[in-house]
């Protein structure tokens, strides 16, 4: 616990005798939440509060890659399997938000809109299920350049399109945690693996 140099988080085993305990995983691109000067991207993942047992709260350091035009930056494909012994499920609700320049802007799969669970996954009897969860950790929408200029969001050619990118390339974004609630679910594995699609990103005013 002490040293959180392991690639595993401590959550509660059931919360359902509580019903208003929730753990929150938050995940993060920035190696320096204190410092009000942008984002600040980390090149690795590092549980940085393995711990939400006492607190309810933990947290893990992701890679990021601010987008750019042409440049979608890194991304990765993610998997979740519930394994330990059958029986258990576990309900993550995806919680993000963008500051008010970012029109639109949503995880891929599902809302990001509190109290919409946007995937399960249980330990069921029989060989274990991997379920792909890529689509919560990409984001689509725009990012408007100049929000008095009453124009719509891409329709200023300064203005960026992004469509199923890595969220946290998105600098727009101010956070992102999953609600997690634990019913019993031993252990969950989520794999990070390299993909070959990170998404576009182009620029507004009808230029591809």
């Known amino acids: 616990m002490d040293g959180n140099n392991g690639h595993r ?5 059931n919360n359902r005798d509580d019903v208003d305990r929730h753990t929150r995983i938050y995940m993060t691109g920035d190696t320096d939440l204190d410092d009000s000067n942008g984002l600040q991207c980390g090149n690795n993942f590092q549980v940085l509060d393995a711990n939400a047992t006492d607190d309810d709260e933990a947290t893990l350091l992701v890679p990021c890659e601010p987008i750019e035009v042409g440049d979608p930056g890194i991304c990765f494909d993610v998997f979740a399997t519930g394994l330990g012994g059958p029986g258990g499920s576990a309900n993550v609700d995806v ?14 799969e599902g809302t990001c809109d509190m109290g919409n669970v946007d ?12 379920e792909d969860i890529t689509g919560v950790f990409r984001a689509s ?7 008095e200029d009453g124009l719509l969001c891409g329709d200023d050619e300064l203005d ?25 679910l031993k ?9 070959e699609d990170c998404g576009e990103v182009i620029s507004g005013g009808g230029n591809g």
């Open 9 to 13: 988080i401590f959550v509660p085993l």
């Open 95 to 108: 919680v993000c938000e963008f500051d008010e320049t970012c029109i639109d802007c949503d995880i891929v």
């Open 119 to 130: 995937f399960d996954v249980y330990r069921g009897k029989g060989k274990p299920v991997t």
């Open 141 to 147: 929408g725009c990012i408007d350049a100049d929000t």
């Open 160 to 184: 960026i399109i992004f469509r199923n990118v890595w969220i946290f390339n998105v600098e727009e974004l101010l956070y992102y945690y999953w609600d997690y609630d634990n019913n019993g």
């Open 187 to 195: 252990l969950m594995q989520v794999r990070f693996c390299d993909s």
